[in-house]
């Protein structure tokens, strides 16, 4: 189970900063999926029960999340249809899980019974209360979930844009904030397209007025470039790419030895914990 633990701390850590470098909130939700499996990690003691379906079930969702993002440059989902009935029955099914595995972690010991699961009387209200949030969590997996099987047929194009225009914009209007996003506008024979891009994409491109576009086009009508149209722009990130790889590599460290001290040497933490 140590060993499980780390690798699940390895992978957390992946998705954080791979978030914090592409500017993709998405993967912020990837890594919560490390949550439940570090979870029992952390709480196993001599005897407890491993929840072998959560473990195997994260995993799959690890996979079919991370499918969704894989190796993409820049999207377009506006033009994507949307099967409400089918999104609503992956929704179901992220749901499901994510509440399977909140009920059996208390039940089991391994998080504290916020639910009350393991009394005599249980509270409907307390319990529905709990559990809005994981509804709206559910739906950001569910529109993951969409993508990758929009990414399932991929139909390949060209697409030149012109009057490319770059920015940077949050929910508010502003330029700031951690809900910030970088865009580009583009004209295509008096259609305009809107694509929202990674952050190293658009230092790499924000000073180009026209591009060459690569797209493949899902199986629902998304569109996806996972091709540089500027490879030679790729010089004017490389100051920012090993910057990010430095500190990548330290914190990295740092998370490593954590994670050994934690799952091998969880005594160090009780002495520290006493001299407190």
Known sequence: MAWLGLFALIVFYWCFFTAIVTGRRSWIWLGVLCVPVLTMAIGYKTGMQINGLIVTLCVFMFVVCRNSLKDILLWNQKKR???????????????????????????????????????????????????????????????????????????????????????????????????KGYFLDGVNNGINYHFRMTKGTYYMLQKEKSLRLKVQKGLLGGLYV???????????????????????????????????????????????????
């Open 226 to 276: 996972s091709e540089n149209p500027c490879p030679n722009n790729m010089k004017k990130t490389l100051k920012r790419d090993r910057k990010n790889a430095k500190i990548g590599i330290v914190v990295f460290f740092l998370v490593l030895i954590f994670g050994i001290f934690l799952f091998f040497f969880p005594q160090v933490f009780e002495v520290l914990y006493f001299w407190k």
């Open 81 to 179: 249809k949307y099967h409400w009935v089918f999104l609503g029955i992956l929704w179901l099914m992220c749901f499901l899980f994510l509440f399977y595995c909140i009920i059996e972690l208390q039940i089991k010991g391994y998080l504290y019974d916020f639910q009350g699961w393991n009394v005599e009387k249980r509270n409907s209200f307390r319990i529905t209360i709990t559990t809005l949030p994981v509804v709206w969590i559910s739906y950001y997996y569910g529109e993951m979930f969409y993508n990758s099987v929009d990414r399932l047929w991929r139909k390949k194009s060209e697409l030149i844009l012109i009057a490319c225009n770059f920015f940077v914009a949050n929910s508010r209007g502003g330029d700031t904030g951690i809900d």
